[in-house]
């Protein structure tokens, strides 16, 4: 019974983060909160956010409670086939996003157009609103290399970034914490973005390639730090 209880709470719970209805960054509700919505026992609740770990969709800080990854992204049908759970497939997926990236941000400092310069400019306004709120860095953050990917003028390269999803975002540990190192760890990124959005601007193609391979770089290294 134990058992059932507690696949039926992750499940209820996997859900949830899979549909959005739990955010990356957010908090998922106390132990006491799931075992008064779920009527199970605080045993089939620890079993259940450990399963949930091991898949990659919660990190818990001691003291402070348990918060929502980016979801890996569907795979049936879709590229990449390959779930980014673990730190060693995210740390992958860092090094692809490295050779992809510096490329699209060269090729954006040669193509792109106003409108590209102004969708840049608004995603790195709106990441510097949202210091602390993890859900709405990572969209933002998202939004940001998005844009440099359209502003690229090549098509295989936002299908690759769209087919990645939000999910392409690293999460460290730092970056779910409301803390100072959060807010100095988004400032840090914040930063190197907006080197990236300068050289572009300057159309630059080598300094945008360099920009925004030490901007992926210092992401594969805080991954690492974590």
Request: charged share 25%.
């Amino acid at each position: 019974m134990a058992a059932h209880r507690t696949a039926a709470l992750v499940e209820e719970l996997r859900r949830r983060i899979v549909d959005g209805e739990i955010a990356p960054g957010q908090k998922l509700p106390s132990e006491s909160e799931l075992i008064a919505a779920h009527d199970v026992s605080r045993t089939v609740v620890r079993e259940a956010i450990t399963r949930l770990r091991a898949d990659g969709l919660v990190r818990t800080r001691r003291g402070a409670g348990s918060y929502a990854l980016t979801p890996p992204a569907d795979s049936e049908g879709a590229w990449p086939a390959r779930p980014v759970r673990t730190v060693a497939d995210r740390r992958a997926l860092l090094e692809l996003r490295t050779a992809v990236e510096s490329e699209a941000a060269a090729l954006a400092a040669e193509r792109r157009s106003e409108a590209d310069l102004a969708a840049m400019g608004d995603a790195l306004a709106r990441f510097a609103e949202v210091v602390g709120a993890p859900a709405a860095a990572l969209e933002h953050d998202f939004a940001f290399h998005r844009a440099v990917a359209e502003a690229s003028g090549n098509p295989f390269v936002l299908d690759l970034v769209d087919a990645l999803g939000p999910t392409m975002i690293a999460m460290p540990r730092r970056r779910l914490e409301a803390s100072a190192d959060s807010a100095t760890t988004d400032g840090t990124v914040r930063h190197e973005h907006a080197a990236v959005l300068a050289a572009i601007t300057a159309g630059d193609a080598r300094a945008a390639d360099a920009a925004m391979r030490t901007h992926l770089v210092g992401s594969r290294r805080r991954l690492a730090g974590q």
